[in-house]
């Protein structure tokens, strides 16, 4: 969503990934509650073993109009029969809190900003962002947004998911007992959070960054070390100080996402191909979508048959809905656009004029009069009134809400969350008179990640999914299609601003610099059977030729768009296997464009023979497990890189980038004039960067050669963020950032990359296969914990079976729910309301 992409976005995993170093609870082989003693690893097991969820066999629940058939496969895939669209959605959200309830809980306590609650004063800041950024625009208009009966549907999910809390709620999975608390009844408005959406929009964080840079060093070196796709001047406003805008000034979002560094978006590939180039004669689709790797996995595999309804693939635990699959008609895969939806407004600020006063309320569900009495203010977050702002020639007060946070083991803390007509105030800078605001989709209705899969998952052709596409806010993506009539195409769906500036840097808050609405769907980047026969997307540079709308200036490298093109060029007969292996390919084309020049670099200097040169000048430019090359290599280009920065631009710059790596316009670098640099200084850079490079390498990994190896290095870790005792083995992997097979991460290691996949036969449902690491169960000690993993790591799939004589012959566990006795037709909606339904809809077979 990673990153990694920049959509390493706050869902559960995140959040729990950093609860180990919170609770201080992954030294030894089990994690305490609230200072108990250690628990031997076996006995943790056992006790997670006793709260597995029932999986066969009959269930009773409230809730329900008729009986709903739950029929999980080989692989944990849950295949949801039910007789009502009602009853369809709220056994999705029984079974996903089956297999993901403590996972969905840390995702709903990231969203309402109440993770210090269980995770203590650590979560603070985390939790005030959360609640800075909610989203307080018209309910109604909100909901309007995703579709007609979309509030029906997210009220039967919630209900699914509240009816198996009810059911659980003494013995819970065994992460809370482990944090010892229990998990409550969700609300409806859980999945319509936004804080979710802020990391997958690193807009600001650019444009700072930028602004940095211009403050240091001028606009002309700025444009030069971070050029624009397509290229375009800066655009600073007259008169607007930039100097001592930083990091710091993106406040919270700072502290609380802690990779704030600049990154261009990275991660996710996905393509299709019409039947001209398959051995079938009909499309094949894939898609690869890259977030955090984690334990448990980010995405969750389901499949929904009902009335109108029959889709199967992945989508969030706490969503509902399917985002990346197919239905009977049409298939559909995701990667980030990396839309700018986000922009930075420094605020004038001072005290109020007199007769203007400071707009303060109370947070929502009136916490501060219940409160404010019990808790502390945070000495980071004072409470006095907050003044004004200066828009369109007036004082305007600066809205204030005062809130309360709940902390575990602490007195709560009173926190004041204040706002401009752009949106939140991140940061204040009292000696300079001024706040920084973040204006970001985010706060528009209808922006809740993903809520807009329940129309696509119903789209019977093109015209169903440019009317889906339509309502696809957040975040921003290049939607692939493909459906049994042999049809393919593509949109960058989002919703984006129409702006009279670049969006590039901060500009003041005056009124000048407004947003004038959003770009219609129909006028953004799309193509239908284009004659190439193919589409494909990477977080690159997507933007058609003549294409005038600005919709992003900032894209990811095309080294792997580059490499799936080069191989959707070269054949016509594809087949799924095929698509598989593209998916797992780790050629470098960085490696095949940088390799050659030090190979000529180190003969012009007399070094060709040196056992480093020698490696690298035989290898084949794949990031194989078994081969050394790779090893090398990645800790040559890096160095390399670096010093390239060193010598291209100021110290104050260097500082100020860090360690991004744009290799794209490195190469360029490489590839200019000799009057800029000189040949010889190139060649003395690149082969001086590799006699650092096996310096590092033998430092940490010893001078024998035959011993490197990349598969050794480069490893997946799955642990789970409480307990030892539920970790997974490390697994060797192929690849790199820059190839196909994504494998990106630091320290040698992939900490990002694919966790799910797929590649869907429209020629045969049946036929398509996917892949979800570890496995479908968050539970320790369910049979679908980690039993993906060995597929994985092996770079297999299994299969994504679809007709219901496939799941029949693949089913290993069938639960039936049904409707609890005298509460066949009488259920709850999520507003708290009883309402009547009769069964209605297709037989339940």
């Given amino acids: 969503m990673g990153n990694t992409s920049r959509m390493i976005s706050l869902v559960a995993i995140v959040a729990a990934l950093a609860i180990g170093a919170m609770l201080g609870t992954r030294s030894g082989s089990a994690a305490p509650s609230r200072g108990t003693a250690r628990t031997s690893a076996d006995t943790l097991r056992d006790q997670a073993a006793k709260r597995l969820a029932k999986i066969d066999g009959t269930i ?56 210090a609650e269980v995770l203590g004063a650590p979560a603070v800041e985390r939790d005030r962002l959360a609640r800075l950024f909610r989203y307080r625009g018209p309910v109604d208009a909100d909901w309007a947004s995703y579709g007609p009966d979309t509030k029906a549907i997210v009220s039967a999910f919630v209900g699914g998911v509240n009816a198996y809390i009810a059911q ?21 408005d859980v999945p319509l959070a936004r804080v979710t959406t802020l990391s997958g929009v690193s807009n600001a964080t650019t444009e700072i960054l930028r602004a940095r840079l211009i403050s240091l060093v001028g606009k002309k070196a700025t444009e030069a070390i971070l050029p624009t796709e397509p290229t375009r001047a800066l655009d600073p406003v007259p008169g607007l100080d930039l100097s001592g805008l930083d990091v710091s000034s993106l406040g919270g979002i700072n502290s609380a996402y802690a990779d704030i560094a600049f990154q261009r978006v990275e991660g996710s590939n996905n393509w299709v191909v019409s039947g001209k180039k398959t051995r079938s004669g009909k499309p094949i689709l894939a898609n690869d979508p890259h977030r955090a790797i984690t334990h448990p996995s980010v995405r969750y595999i389901t499949h929904l048959v009902g009335p109108g309804w029959n889709v199967i693939g992945a989508g969030e635990p706490a969503s509902p809905g399917v985002s990346i699959g197919h239905n009977e008609r049409i298939a559909f895969g995701l990667t980030v656009v990396g839309m700018d939806q986000q922009d930075v407004y420094v605020e004038r600020v001072g005290p109020c004029p007199s007769g203007i006063g400071n707009r303060r309320e109370p947070a929502e569900g009136g916490q501060m009069g219940i409160e404010a009495s019990r808790g502390r203010s945070d000495s980071r977050f004072p409470i006095p009134d907050s003044g004004c702002y200066y828009h369109r020639g007036g004082w305007q007060p600066i809205k204030t809400i005062v809130d309360t ?98 969006g590039l840097l901060p500009v003041p808050g005056d009124g000048r610099f407004e947003w004038n609405g959003f770009v219609p769907v129909n006028a953004l980047p799309q193509a239908y059977n284009p004659a190439s026969g193919f589409i494909a997307t990477a977080n690159n540079n997507i933007l058609p030729p003549r294409y005038k709308t600005p919709i992003a200036y900032d894209w990811s490298s095309d080294y792997r768009a580059a490499r799936i093109r080069e191989v959707l060029t070269s054949r016509n007969d594809f087949t799924v296997a095929d698509f598989e292996a593209l998916q797992h390919d780790d050629l470098s084309l960085l490696a095949r464009h940088l390799v050659p020049q030090l190979v000529s670099a180190a003969q012009r200097l007399g070094k060709r023979d040196s056992q480093a040169v020698q490696m690298l000048a035989r290898w084949n430019f794949r990031m194989s497990r078994e081969a050394s090359a790779p090893l090398l290599f990645e800790a040559w280009a890096p160095i390399l890189a670096r010093r390239a920065n060193a010598m291209r631009m100021s110290a104050a710059a260097e500082d100020v980038i860090g360690r991004y790596t744009d290799y794209e316009e490195f190469e360029r670098f490489l590839a200019a004039p000799a009057g800029t640099v000189s040949h010889a200084a190139r060649d003395s850079l690149m082969v001086g960067a590799l006699a650092d490079a096996v310096a590092e390498v033998t430092r940490r990994f010893g001078a024998d050669t035959t011993k490197w190896r990349w598969g050794t290095v480069h490893v997946a870790e799955l642990r789970h963020p409480l307990a030892r005792a539920f970790d997974l083995p490390p697994v060797s992997r192929a690849g790199d950032g820059n190839t196909v097979f994504v494998t990106a991460g630091t320290n040698y290691q992939q900490t990002a990359g694919a966790s799910y996949r797929e590649v869907i036969d429209l020629g045969d449902f049946d036929n398509s296969v996917a892949i979800n690491v570890p496995g479908q169960s968050g539970q320790p000690g369910s049979e679908y914990y980690g039993d993906l993993l060995p597929l994985w790591g092996n770079d297999k799939y299994f299969p994504l079976v679809f007709s219901r004589a496939r799941v029949e012959a693949e089913t290993k566990h069938v639960l039936r729910l049904m409707p609890r006795v005298g509460n066949r037709n009488d259920r709850e909606t999520g507003n708290g309301r009883r309402e009547t339904e009769n069964p209605r809809g297709a037989h339940l077979r």
Wanted: proline letters at 5%; aromatic letters at 10%.
């Fill in 60 to 115: 009773d629940v409230s809730g329900l109009d008729s009986a709903v058939e739950v029929r999980r496969d080989r692989w944990g895939v849950p295949h949801i029969y039910a007789r009502t669209q009602h009853d369809l959605f709220f056994a999705q959200g029984f079974v996903a809190a089956q297999d993901r309830l403590w996972q969905m809980d840390i995702w709903r306590r990231t969203a309402e900003g109440r993770l």
């Fill in 168 to 188: 659980v709620k003494d013995r819970p999975p065994i992460e809370f007992t482990l944090m010892g608390y229990a998990p409550e009844p969700w609300t409806i």
């Fill in 405 to 502: 946070i709940r902390v575990r083991d602490d007195s709560a803390r009173i926190v004041r969350l204040n706002f401009t007509h752009h949106g939140p105030i991140v940061s204040t800078d009292s000696a300079r008179g001024r706040a920084v605001a973040i204006r970001m989709v985010g706060q528009e209705s209808g922006t809740a990640a993903y809520l807009a899969s329940l129309q696509l998952g119903r789209a019977r052709n093109w015209r169903d999914f440019q009317g889906a596409m339509a309502r696809w806010k957040m975040p921003s993506e290049n939607m692939i299609y493909a459906d049994v009539d042999g049809n393919i195409g593509w949109i960058a769906a989002g919703f984006m601003p129409r702006r009279s500036w670049s």
